[in-house]
């Protein structure tokens, strides 16, 4: 079945530093791709998406490519903010599935 | 504002006793979802509704029950079947078509006792 792999946290840094997420996924054919949001007691907000191979999405300065040779979806910032500090999941749904998989969510801490 | 209204957003129950979740919709979305979120498990689908009167099981059912009503209106009911009810329940919504993003409400912390 259809999966996603995230690097497990917390991932820790400090103010300005560059994010790297990691993401994998397992999945038949050309799933789109998402990267979601979590604020603390909050819900789930899009943050961006790709639907297709070497589709770049990018929102807020973040930025993720797909990449069908390594299955991957790496979420990337080149500056993060304290701002920043949230869950971050990543997740894929293949044309005509139901709903979306997600991975495990990744935490990120930003430090001042 | 358009959204995804759950109430409340905190519920505590005592063990046996079944408990529903409110879950309001202003988006005109056809599709609503309940996801349950458990610390470093990530969002694992309970049900879904694609249309009013119809709704389907995902992959962790057991316990639980919905209805779909009206297009607004998703409620989802934890039943005393439910062995692990203590969990973080998020209800989405989204437009037809495998590429709509989810739309989510704030989600309501459910915790037995």
């Known amino acids: 079945g259809d999966s996603v792999t995230q690097m497990e946290g917390p991932v820790t840094l400090s103010e300005e530093a560059f994010l790297t997420i990691n993401c994998t996924y397992t999945?038949?054919?050309?799933?789109?791709l998402f990267w979601y949001v979590q604020y603390p007691g909050e819900g789930l907000q899009l943050l961006l998406k790709?639907?297709?191979?070497?589709d770049k999405g990018s929102n807020k300065g973040f930025e993720a490519t797909y990449r069908k040779e390594t299955t991957s979806f790496h979420l990337e910032k080149g500056s993060v903010q304290v701002s920043d500090s949230a869950v971050y999941f990543c997740?894929?749904?293949?044309?005509?599935?139901?709903?979306?998989?997600f991975g495990s969510g990744t935490r990120l801490q930003v430090q001042p | 504002d358009g959204g995804i209204t759950q109430s409340p957003k905190y519920l505590f129950r005592k063990e046996g006793q079944n408990v529903t979740l409110s879950c309001e919709q202003n988006?005109?979305?056809?599709?609503m979802y309940w996801y349950r979120q458990d610390p470093g498990q990530g969002l694992r689908l309970i049900y879904y509704s694609q249309i009013v009167n119809d709704f389907q099981k995902g992959d962790i059912a057991e316990g639980y029950s919905v209805s779909r009503e009206k297009k607004e209106s998703f409620p989802l009911t934890v039943t005393s079947a439910q062995k692990n009810p203590t969990a973080f329940y998020l209800c989405?919504?989204?437009?037809?078509?495998?590429?709509?993003?989810?739309?989510f409400g704030n989600g309501t912390r459910l915790t037995v006792t």
């Open positions: 999945a038949t054919g050309y799933p789109s």
């Open positions: 988006l005109n979305h056809d599709a």
């Open positions: 997740a894929l749904i293949r044309e005509g599935r139901r709903a979306l998989t």
């Open positions: 989405a919504s989204s437009i037809q078509g495998s590429n709509s993003p989810l739309h």
């Open positions: 790709a639907t297709k191979a070497d």
